[in-house]
């Protein structure tokens, strides 16, 4: 807190109340308006969160005017360029990068909590094969917390450590065993001596009939991938997660509350819609007409991949992202048509004035799609991965919440607009059209 404060003023009773003003280390300044319900009578409306800072966090800094994201004061730029993600989950759940001794020691940590327990094969035979793997992912996650009862004990830190290794381990074996499942393979068990990433690919990909070579360009790719989707502060997955564990739920149930809030279009969902869209709009000459639709507030299309509740400017994974596209395609020998299409999209839409006062800039789901379907991953994994990635993010933020003294559960207000008192009427006289909230 700091000697500034704010004052408000009831303009019609003139009373005047002082708020006390937060400083973060960066970002704008945050009134503190927890007493005034109990100080003034009246609550804040701000049902989307736009004004609110739900929490104080000392994980992720976005300024979304400038395109600026760092994990623990880091660059995303940063990272993703010199750093691995396992490096990033490091900093992510304990506050720096890890240096040689705690490096080996963190991998050795993950490594070796790769396995899932073998009854939970049986978990995924209950789905349908043509199961959506988003639908299996909130299922099988939600369910390790029926195997690991001996983490399941939020106030003990040494548990919660473990809780928090065995989800960013395991993650990547249930994701790949969905996609295993859809396709009718053997699931593959974790190979210790491979890099996360490397792991996670041979597990996708490699079948017991044949060897699969793990490419140097593909194990750094989906390391980035990772890196770049590992933490967003306070969106709408992280917050239900910070919900969900703000009434000490377990945290392997938490994480399945924010794999389900992922699922969703505007949010996890998007880099899948943005492959459906360019399919949709299916050639250069059709864009313009597929703009006119977007701004259109009649017509509910809209460009999937562009625009972000928080940057206002290039969302700056997606300029990492850009440049991982092309080292994929060209790796793979991929001429896919869909990337010139996206390219000259995102070339038009820029310099539509629409896009252009609204602050619509492409997002990192713009160009993601196009590089996992380059990888072979079929479109329904792609929110699959994200949560992948995700996890770390998530539990992190569980962690530091759980961590935070002062930490109660979270219950927000409302601004109650239904019907008044009215009482209960005999069945046959009940009025069809309802008027008797009139009363
Ligand atoms: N296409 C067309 N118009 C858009 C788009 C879009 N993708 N996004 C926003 N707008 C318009 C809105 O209609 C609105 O116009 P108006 O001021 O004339 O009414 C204006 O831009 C502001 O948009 P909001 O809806 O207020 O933005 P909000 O912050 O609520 O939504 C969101 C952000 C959900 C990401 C939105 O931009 C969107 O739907 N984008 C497409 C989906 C997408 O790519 N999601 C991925 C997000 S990134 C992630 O989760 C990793």
Request: charged residues 25%; aromatic residues 10%; proline residues 5%.
């Amino acid at each position: 807190m700091t000697d500034k404060t704010f004052t408000l003023t009831n303009d019609q009773t003139g009373e005047k109340w002082t708020l006390p003003v937060f400083e973060g280390t960066q970002g704008p300044s945050t009134i503190d308006i927890r007493s005034l319900y109990a100080d003034t009578g009246f609550f804040t409306l701000d049902p989307s969160f736009t004004s609110t800072a739900s929490c104080k966090s000392r994980i992720t800094y976005i300024d979304g005017d400038e395109g600026i994201l760092q994990h623990r004061g880091y660059d995303i730029k940063d990272l993703a360029e010199n750093t691995s993600y396992l490096e990033v989950c490091h900093a992510l759940l304990y506050g720096d990068l890890p240096n040689t001794a705690e490096k080996a020691e963190f991998e050795n940590n993950i490594t070796y909590h790769t396995m899932v327990h073998e009854q939970l094969h049986y978990f995924y035979r209950g789905f349908r094969r043509d199961a959506h793997p988003m639908a299996i992912m909130c299922g099988v996650v939600g369910a390790l917390s029926s195997f690991y009862h001996d983490s399941l004990d939020i106030w003990d830190p040494e548990q919660r450590e473990i809780s928090a290794h065995r989800l960013i381990a395991k993650m990547p074996t249930l994701a790949a065993m969905t996609l295993k499942y859809s396709l009718g393979q053997p699931f593959v068990y974790p190979n210790n001596e491979l890099s996360y990433s490397a792991n996670f690919l041979n597990m996708c990909f490699s079948v017991p009939a044949e060897k699969y070579h793990v490419s140097p360009t593909l194990e750094r790719a989906m390391d980035k991938i990772l890196i770049l989707h590992a933490d967003h502060e306070q969106n709408a997955s992280t917050s239900t997660v910070r919900i969900a564990g703000s009434s000490q739920a377990n945290p392997f149930a938490c994480i399945a509350s924010g794999i389900a809030s992922l699922w969703g279009p505007a949010h996890g969902g998007a880099n899948q819609a943005v492959l459906e869209m360019l399919r949709q709009i299916g050639h250069k000459d059709n864009i313009p007409e597929f703009l006119e639709r977007a701004k259109d507030k009649n017509d509910p299309f809209r460009l999937m991949g562009f625009g972000h509740r928080v940057y206002k400017n290039y969302d700056p994974r997606a300029t990492v992202l850009k440049s991982s596209c092309d080292a994929v395609l060209d790796e793979l020998g991929v001429d896919d048509p869909l990337l010139d299409l996206a390219r000259e999209l995102e070339r038009i839409a820029l310099e539509d004035p629409y896009f252009a006062e609204r602050k619509l800039f492409p997002n990192v789901d713009f160009y993601s799609g196009i590089i996992l379907k380059a990888m072979g991953f079929p479109e329904e994994m792609f929110t699959v991965l994200f949560a992948v990635s995700r996890t770390v993010g998530w539990i992190s933020q569980w962690k530091e919440m759980i961590e935070e003294p002062s930490h109660r559960i979270g219950r927000p207000r409302q601004l109650y607009t239904g019907a008044t008192e009215r009482k209960v009427r005999p069945l046959d006289q009940r009025d069809p059209s309802r008027q008797e909230a009139a009363e």
